[in-house]
């Protein structure tokens, strides 16, 4: 591995030259590399470090307002911010699904398929990720994958109502009674079928093919109070105004409670056709339908939203980058002597102390390496943030390199802004630059 | 390869009390066997997971890509197991006939090759004189290119946007390829010379007996035995400007943009144009996959020695 944490270096220090070059054939040799480097790299950081301290124009000397007003600026603040969170949670979450990836693989026989599937994603484009996540994170249940799972499970756990919009019809003696339930102004008595007329549905929007509705027989069985809660709309017209007519459909499984003195006596559930009993207890009660029967219907997360863009894009590169840990790491693991955790097995080690207190000291300087370029990768990221936040939050997702573009090119036309803001990148890496040459020069001491 | 326990970090249904194994003859009780291969069947559920769990999404791009709008629009991705019926390749008819796309999969063609190929020429010319000739200041240069290496792009968009507008090859290929082969030669030169460093002396001094040149040792010594190290150094940067939109993105306009700033500009109304996203992400993909599978262990060593950048 180079870069960041720089592979071994061979010692050249002292060596000669096999040839005896004259020098202007090594100048030769050299000067494209050194052209291209200086007019490409080394000339506009000079560059970049002048301009940062000129207006948006370039026509006034500002001094370091610019970088002021990356620390003052609301929509910049936002931005270290979520740098901020980015460089602190990605890096370790990469590497955290890196060790346990490579940890676990070692004990399948297929481990190789399985780091190839996990190691795929890094050959594809940030755009293309992007383009994968904005449809997985997809608000819609029925186009994002994220979401369709969340309702599931949510939908396996909690009854989900099958009547949003559902409301009483005009000649129902049903009032709204505050957070969408429904209740009636009189009250029940046995001997008396209530009936519960709605509205609001289109009878073929209706699910799983509904029964027609049954009026609940006038003779009161011993005491109890019987009703029938159905769509009290006939498609083509006709039919009576709160009389259940022959075609009207039932409303199944709608829950009916009987309240006195603000207090559930008792309840009960609609039937295949619509009709429900309550027992006696609930006489002289009034009939309320609880709002949860016509909430609307459990929608899943958010993902995209102003809270979770941020955690969501971060799952996107995790998914981009744990393949990338999980091979340096197997690697590092490979080199693991295994007869230390043998050792500690035989001392009487459980398998989660033979990795915490074994694996995981041994390993730290390959995570180390991961960390540390993951951190350097996690403080540019610009593409995934790009496209993955959708326009209304984009602000809330942005980032020091979002930034930096929507203030130089994305329209912003702020050149001091912008050059500051590579500054502040460049100072960023800073550190492992200086980690980088220390090393160089350790090898070659060698 | 196999250790024969399972670590109780991740299955927690684990007893988490195994047995540790008599000191004695490392032979283990029958209870600790039952254990463990009840772990090994949830470490084996959970790797089964977590791969269904990494597939998904790209399974769910590839399934879109081959399905109508309408259907799109109606329905999740995942009715295509049910409905294969719903399969059709009409999103990749009508990308291709859509001029804005072929001519940008064209220019990342245009693009991606040339600077892949000056970088590897460029960087093993000048990893071959840091790596064997003597010259003033070799170490000093040296240290020069390899603090070059984790340079942000950031820092140079501004400065060369400037410069190219006066050059006049601001949104042109020319200054696309130009700042990929900038910010792609630190790697090549610190990768080529390590590798090109450790080329037996006396293969080179025996060239040279011959009556070999400089060129002819570069040309017939260095570059052939090299080869592992520049066809890493190849791929890496191959996929590494393939892959590009953000250098793209401020450098080329309307005529010369590659796929990626073509597709960019798609995702602001992202649901209207998931029949253009979708088929288009896919063939943006397919060449660096097709790469992947096909050069898996360079690929691995060039992704990970060029992942710092």
Known sequence: MAGGPAGPVPPAGKRKSVMGTRPWVAGLFLLPALVLLGALVVYPIGYSAWRSLFDADGSGFVGLDNYGEVFTNDATLTAVKNTAIWVAVAPALVTALGLIFAVLTERVRWGTAFKLIVFMPMAISMLAAGIIFRLVYEQNPDQGVANAVVVGVHDAFADSSVYPNARPSQVSDLKASGGGAFTSRGTVSAGTPALLPLVGIAPNKLPDDPADAKAPTAKAEAGRISGTVWLDFKLGGGGEKGAVDAGEKALKGIKVEAVRDGKVVASASTGAEGTFTLPKSADGAQLRLPAANFAAPYNGIEWLGPTLVTPAIIGAYAWMWAGFAMVLIAAGLAGVDRNLLEAARVDGANEWQVFRRVTVPLLAPVLVVVLVTLMINVMKIFDLVYIIAPQPTQDDATVLALIMYNASFGGGGNFGLGSALGIILLLLVLPVMFVNIRRLRRERQR | ?309
């Open chain 2, 1 to 309: 390869m196999s250790a024969p326990s399972v670590p109780s970090s991740v299955p927690p249904s684990t007893p988490a009390k195994e047995t540790p194994p008599p000191a004695g003859p490392p032979e283990r009780s029958i209870a600790a066997r039952i254990s463990s291969g009840a772990a090994g069947g949830v470490l084996r559920v959970f790797l089964i997971l977590v791969a269904l769990l990494w597939v998904t999404p790209t399974v769910g791009l590839l399934a879109s890509s081959f399905r109508d709008p309408t259907d799109i629009a109606a329905s999740g991705w995942w009715e295509v197991f049910s409905k294969p019926a719903q399969l059709t390749t009409e999103s990749y008819a009508s990308l291709f006939e859509n001029d804005d796309v072929t001519s940008a999969l064209v220019n990342t063609v245009w693009i991606t090759v040339p600077a892949t190929l000056l970088v590897v020429l460029v960087g093993a010319m000048a990893g071959y004189a840091f790596a064997w000739m003597d010259f003033k200041g070799r170490d000093w240069w040296f240290v020069l290119v390899v603090a070059l290496l984790v340079v942000p792009v950031q820092v140079a968009l501004i400065p060369l946007s400037e410069l190219f507008g006066t050059l006049g090859i601001f949104g042109d290929i020319i200054g696309v390829v130009l700042f990929h082969v900038g910010f792609g030669l630190p790697f090549a030169i610190f990768l080529l010379r390590n590798f090109f460093a450790e080329i037996p002396r006396e293969l080179l001094e025996a060239a040279r007996l011959d009556g070999a040149g400089e060129t002819r040792l570069f040309a017939t010594v260095i570059l052939p035995l090299g080869a592992p190290a520049i066809a890493s150094l190849g791929i890496f940067q191959f996929l590494w400007v393939w892959n590009d939109m953000l250098v793209a993105l401020v450098f080329s306009d309307s005529q010369s943009q590659p796929l990626t700033v073509a597709l960019q500009a798609q995702t602001r109304q992202f649901g209207g144009n998931i029949e253009i996203l979708a088929p288009g992400a896919f063939i943006s993909m397919v060449i660096p996959l097709a790469v992947f599978f096909a050069f898996q262990r360079q690929f691995v060593s060039g992704v990970m020695a060029g992942a710092v950048k």
